[in-house]
Protein backbone atom coordinates (compact mmCIF):
# COMPACT_ATOMS: atom_id res chain seq x y z
CA UNK A 1 0.00 0.00 0.00
CA UNK A 2 2.68 2.46 0.80
CA UNK A 3 4.24 2.11 -2.87
CA UNK A 4 0.94 2.63 -4.35
CA UNK A 5 0.46 6.01 -2.47
CA UNK A 6 4.11 6.81 -3.21
CA UNK A 7 2.95 6.55 -6.96
CA UNK A 8 0.00 8.30 -6.35
CA UNK A 9 1.85 11.30 -5.00
CA UNK A 10 -0.43 11.16 -2.18
CA UNK A 11 1.16 14.73 -0.76
CA UNK A 12 0.43 16.39 -4.04
CA UNK A 13 -3.36 14.97 -4.20
CA UNK A 14 -3.76 16.19 -0.60
CA UNK A 15 -2.66 19.54 -1.95
CA UNK A 16 -4.66 19.46 -5.07
CA UNK A 17 -8.17 18.18 -3.43
CA UNK A 18 -7.37 21.07 -0.61
CA UNK A 19 -7.21 23.40 -3.41
CA UNK A 20 -11.09 22.45 -5.07
CA UNK A 21 -12.66 22.67 -1.78
CA UNK A 22 -11.11 25.88 -1.09
CA UNK A 23 -12.86 26.64 -4.65
CA UNK A 24 -15.70 25.48 -3.50
CA UNK A 25 -15.74 27.79 -0.56
CA UNK A 26 -14.73 30.65 -2.13
CA UNK A 27 -17.52 30.42 -4.39
CA UNK A 28 -19.74 29.49 -1.84
CA UNK A 29 -18.73 33.28 0.28
CA UNK A 30 -19.02 35.13 -3.00
CA UNK A 31 -22.10 33.76 -4.33
CA UNK A 32 -23.36 34.02 -0.51
CA UNK A 33 -22.69 37.62 0.15
CA UNK A 34 -24.80 38.55 -2.89
CA UNK A 35 -27.70 36.05 -1.88
CA UNK A 36 -27.38 35.08 1.74
CA UNK A 37 -30.94 33.32 1.99
CA UNK A 38 -30.74 31.27 -1.10
CA UNK A 39 -27.30 29.66 -1.16
CA UNK A 40 -26.39 26.90 1.13
CA UNK A 41 -22.89 25.32 1.56
CA UNK A 42 -22.41 21.71 0.10
CA UNK A 43 -21.39 19.43 2.39
CA UNK A 44 -21.94 16.55 0.57
CA UNK A 45 -20.68 18.40 -2.72
CA UNK A 46 -17.15 19.25 -1.17
CA UNK A 47 -16.59 15.82 0.11
CA UNK A 48 -17.21 14.71 -3.37
CA UNK A 49 -14.73 17.41 -4.89
CA UNK A 50 -12.32 16.80 -2.37
CA UNK A 51 -12.35 12.75 -3.04
CA UNK A 52 -12.80 13.53 -7.21
CA UNK A 53 -9.72 15.45 -7.16
CA UNK A 54 -7.79 12.77 -4.92
CA UNK A 55 -8.39 10.11 -6.37
CA UNK A 56 -7.63 12.04 -10.48
CA UNK A 57 -4.62 13.39 -9.44
CA UNK A 58 -3.05 10.01 -8.24
CA UNK A 59 -4.20 8.68 -11.47
CA UNK A 60 -2.55 11.23 -13.59
CA UNK A 61 1.07 11.03 -11.32
CA UNK A 62 0.57 7.19 -11.69
CA UNK A 63 0.29 6.99 -15.45
CA UNK A 64 2.50 9.68 -15.83
CA UNK A 65 5.01 7.02 -13.88
CA UNK A 66 3.73 4.56 -15.94
CA UNK A 67 5.21 6.13 -19.39
CA UNK A 68 8.00 7.61 -17.77
CA UNK A 69 9.88 4.69 -16.54
CA UNK A 70 12.74 4.59 -18.34
CA UNK A 71 13.42 8.07 -17.40
CA UNK A 72 13.04 7.90 -14.15
CA UNK A 73 15.72 4.61 -14.50
CA UNK A 74 18.04 7.69 -14.68
CA UNK A 75 16.37 10.89 -13.00
CA UNK A 76 14.62 9.56 -10.08
CA UNK A 77 15.36 5.39 -9.36
CA UNK A 78 13.86 5.10 -6.03
CA UNK A 79 10.36 5.39 -7.48
CA UNK A 80 7.93 2.78 -7.04
CA UNK A 81 8.17 1.82 -10.93
CA UNK A 82 11.77 1.64 -11.84
CA UNK A 83 12.90 0.99 -8.29
CA UNK A 84 10.62 -2.45 -8.39
CA UNK A 85 8.16 -2.14 -6.02
CA UNK A 86 5.43 -1.88 -8.42
CA UNK A 87 5.30 -3.50 -11.97
CA UNK A 88 4.72 -1.25 -14.95
CA UNK A 89 0.98 -3.24 -15.71
CA UNK A 90 0.09 -2.83 -12.34
CA UNK A 91 1.20 0.69 -11.97
CA UNK A 92 -1.33 0.85 -15.64
CA UNK A 93 -4.57 -0.82 -13.94
CA UNK A 94 -4.30 1.22 -11.02
CA UNK A 95 -4.23 4.78 -12.73
CA UNK A 96 -6.67 3.40 -14.81
CA UNK A 97 -8.99 2.13 -12.00
CA UNK A 98 -8.50 5.72 -10.20
CA UNK A 99 -9.52 7.57 -13.35
CA UNK A 100 -13.13 5.63 -13.63
CA UNK A 101 -13.56 6.16 -9.64
CA UNK A 102 -12.94 9.84 -9.61
CA UNK A 103 -14.31 10.83 -13.08
CA UNK A 104 -17.85 8.52 -11.65
CA UNK A 105 -17.37 10.47 -7.86
CA UNK A 106 -17.51 13.98 -10.64
CA UNK A 107 -20.45 12.85 -12.33
CA UNK A 108 -22.20 12.31 -8.64
CA UNK A 109 -21.71 16.55 -7.67
CA UNK A 110 -23.36 17.46 -11.18
CA UNK A 111 -23.02 17.60 -14.76
CA UNK A 112 -20.24 20.28 -15.48
CA UNK A 113 -18.59 18.98 -12.70
CA UNK A 114 -18.28 15.34 -14.38
CA UNK A 115 -17.30 16.69 -17.86
CA UNK A 116 -14.44 18.56 -16.22
CA UNK A 117 -13.23 15.39 -14.33
CA UNK A 118 -13.71 13.48 -17.71
CA UNK A 119 -12.06 16.11 -19.82
CA UNK A 120 -8.83 16.22 -17.02
CA UNK A 121 -8.70 12.96 -17.05
CA UNK A 122 -8.05 12.46 -20.65
CA UNK A 123 -6.09 15.11 -20.85
CA UNK A 124 -3.97 14.19 -18.05
CA UNK A 125 -3.50 10.51 -20.10
CA UNK A 126 -2.26 12.73 -23.54
CA UNK A 127 0.34 14.36 -21.33
CA UNK A 128 2.06 11.63 -19.86
CA UNK A 129 1.99 9.65 -23.47
CA UNK A 130 2.39 12.90 -25.49
CA UNK A 131 2.38 16.01 -24.69
CA UNK A 132 5.15 16.50 -21.24
CA UNK A 133 7.68 15.84 -24.55
CA UNK A 134 6.67 18.60 -26.26
CA UNK A 135 8.43 22.24 -25.93
CA UNK A 136 6.28 24.18 -23.60
CA UNK A 137 2.71 23.02 -24.27
CA UNK A 138 3.19 20.26 -21.51
CA UNK A 139 4.41 22.91 -19.43
CA UNK A 140 1.39 24.67 -20.33
CA UNK A 141 -0.85 22.17 -20.14
CA UNK A 142 0.41 21.10 -16.42
CA UNK A 143 -0.20 24.59 -15.30
CA UNK A 144 -3.76 24.51 -16.62
CA UNK A 145 -4.57 21.21 -14.79
CA UNK A 146 -3.71 22.49 -11.32
CA UNK A 147 -5.28 25.63 -11.86
CA UNK A 148 -8.60 23.51 -12.92
CA UNK A 149 -8.85 22.27 -9.40
CA UNK A 150 -10.45 25.76 -8.66
CA UNK A 151 -12.43 25.57 -11.58
CA UNK A 152 -13.51 22.36 -10.50
CA UNK A 153 -14.64 23.70 -7.15
CA UNK A 154 -16.38 26.48 -8.51
CA UNK A 155 -18.39 24.49 -10.96
CA UNK A 156 -20.17 22.70 -8.39
CA UNK A 157 -22.52 26.09 -8.48
CA UNK A 158 -22.15 25.99 -12.10
CA UNK A 159 -25.65 27.59 -12.32
CA UNK A 160 -25.08 30.75 -10.08
CA UNK A 161 -21.82 31.51 -11.97
CA UNK A 162 -18.76 29.33 -9.52
CA UNK A 163 -16.69 28.93 -12.45
CA UNK A 164 -16.56 33.03 -13.06
CA UNK A 165 -15.96 33.41 -9.30
CA UNK A 166 -12.84 31.64 -8.74
CA UNK A 167 -11.63 32.35 -12.57
CA UNK A 168 -8.35 34.29 -11.13
CA UNK A 169 -7.08 31.98 -8.55
CA UNK A 170 -7.61 29.53 -11.56
CA UNK A 171 -5.42 32.24 -13.34
CA UNK A 172 -2.74 31.97 -10.77
CA UNK A 173 -2.23 29.23 -9.99
CA UNK A 174 -2.00 28.22 -13.86
CA UNK A 175 0.74 31.05 -13.73
CA UNK A 176 2.96 29.72 -11.09
CA UNK A 177 2.69 25.80 -11.94
CA UNK A 178 3.76 26.69 -15.74
CA UNK A 179 7.13 28.52 -14.32
CA UNK A 180 7.49 25.34 -11.50
CA UNK A 181 7.26 22.96 -14.76
CA UNK A 182 10.05 25.08 -17.04
CA UNK A 183 12.34 24.68 -13.85
CA UNK A 184 11.42 21.02 -13.64
CA UNK A 185 12.49 20.10 -17.06
CA UNK A 186 15.88 22.40 -16.55
CA UNK A 187 16.51 19.90 -14.00
CA UNK A 188 15.53 16.84 -15.66
CA UNK A 189 17.70 18.26 -18.85
CA UNK A 190 19.86 14.92 -18.64
CA UNK A 191 17.34 12.14 -18.62
CA UNK A 192 14.80 13.75 -21.02
CA UNK A 193 17.46 14.27 -23.57
CA UNK A 194 18.59 10.47 -23.50
CA UNK A 195 14.86 9.18 -23.68
CA UNK A 196 14.65 12.04 -26.85
CA UNK A 197 12.00 14.39 -25.44
CA UNK A 198 11.94 17.93 -26.59
CA UNK A 199 11.24 20.32 -23.68
CA UNK A 200 11.68 23.37 -23.80
CA UNK A 201 15.39 23.50 -22.01
CA UNK A 202 16.24 21.43 -24.82
CA UNK A 203 15.18 23.16 -27.46
CA UNK A 204 15.67 26.78 -26.25
CA UNK A 205 18.26 26.16 -23.89
CA UNK A 206 18.40 26.30 -19.92
CA UNK A 207 19.11 29.55 -19.53
CA UNK A 208 16.64 31.09 -21.96
CA UNK A 209 13.96 28.64 -19.89
CA UNK A 210 14.97 30.37 -17.01
CA UNK A 211 14.16 33.63 -18.10
CA UNK A 212 11.29 32.55 -19.32
CA UNK A 213 10.35 30.96 -16.15
CA UNK A 214 11.15 34.07 -14.09
CA UNK A 215 8.69 35.85 -16.56
CA UNK A 216 6.41 34.33 -15.48
CA UNK A 217 6.99 33.97 -12.01
CA UNK A 218 6.87 37.77 -12.20
CA UNK A 219 3.56 38.11 -13.87
CA UNK A 220 1.76 35.64 -11.26
CA UNK A 221 3.28 38.26 -8.58
CA UNK A 222 2.38 40.94 -9.66
CA UNK A 223 -1.39 39.72 -10.36
CA UNK A 224 -1.15 38.46 -7.04
CA UNK A 225 -3.43 41.28 -5.57
CA UNK A 226 -6.23 40.48 -7.79
CA UNK A 227 -8.27 38.33 -5.65
CA UNK A 228 -8.29 41.03 -3.18
CA UNK A 229 -8.60 44.36 -5.42
CA UNK A 230 -11.84 42.32 -6.86
CA UNK A 231 -12.91 41.58 -3.47
CA UNK A 232 -12.85 37.70 -3.28
CA UNK A 233 -10.37 37.77 -0.61
CA UNK A 234 -9.85 39.83 2.68
CA UNK A 235 -6.83 41.98 3.75
CA UNK A 236 -5.49 38.81 5.29
CA UNK A 237 -5.02 37.65 2.19
CA UNK A 238 -2.79 40.46 1.01
CA UNK A 239 -0.61 40.11 3.71
CA UNK A 240 -0.35 36.52 3.44
CA UNK A 241 0.28 36.27 -0.30
CA UNK A 242 2.98 38.69 0.08
CA UNK A 243 5.17 36.30 1.96
CA UNK A 244 4.20 33.83 -0.94
CA UNK A 245 5.55 36.67 -3.58
CA UNK A 246 9.07 36.48 -1.39
CA UNK A 247 9.44 32.42 -1.90
CA UNK A 248 8.64 33.15 -5.49
CA UNK A 249 11.76 36.00 -5.96
CA UNK A 250 13.80 33.43 -4.02
CA UNK A 251 12.79 30.82 -6.94
CA UNK A 252 13.85 32.80 -9.38
CA UNK A 253 17.05 34.07 -7.94
CA UNK A 254 17.63 30.51 -7.14
CA UNK A 255 17.59 29.81 -10.52
CA UNK A 256 18.94 33.01 -12.51
CA UNK A 257 21.50 34.07 -9.59
CA UNK A 258 22.44 30.93 -8.67
CA UNK A 259 21.93 28.16 -11.50
CA UNK A 260 20.42 25.62 -9.45
CA UNK A 261 17.34 24.28 -10.70
CA UNK A 262 16.21 21.78 -8.12
CA UNK A 263 16.70 24.27 -5.24
CA UNK A 264 14.42 26.77 -7.38
CA UNK A 265 11.72 24.37 -7.93
CA UNK A 266 11.51 23.46 -4.19
CA UNK A 267 10.90 26.96 -3.85
CA UNK A 268 8.34 27.16 -6.25
CA UNK A 269 6.90 24.29 -4.47
CA UNK A 270 7.13 26.08 -1.06
CA UNK A 271 5.85 29.60 -2.56
CA UNK A 272 2.45 27.25 -4.65
CA UNK A 273 1.97 25.57 -0.82
CA UNK A 274 1.95 28.99 0.75
CA UNK A 275 -0.12 30.37 -1.82
CA UNK A 276 -3.23 27.96 -1.12
CA UNK A 277 -2.81 28.92 2.31
CA UNK A 278 -3.36 32.46 2.15
CA UNK A 279 -6.00 31.74 -0.11
CA UNK A 280 -7.92 29.61 2.62
CA UNK A 281 -7.23 32.49 4.92
CA UNK A 282 -8.37 35.50 3.27
CA UNK A 283 -11.56 33.55 1.22
Known amino acids: ?100 LGTASAFLINVPCGLIALFNSLLLIYYASTLKRTALLGNLTVGYLTGSTFLFGGAVFFERGGLESVFVLFLLATLATVAREIVKDIEDMDGDMKDGARTLPIVIGARSSAYLAASIGLVAVLASPLPYLQSLMSVRYLFLVAVADLLFAAAVYRILGKGDPAGSSRMFKMAMAFALVSFLAGA
Open 1 to 100: MKAYLELMRYGNCIMAAIAATIGVFIAYNILAANAPDTVLFPFCGSALVFLTVFLVTGAGNAINDYYDVEIDRINKPNRPIPSGRISIPAALYFSLALFG
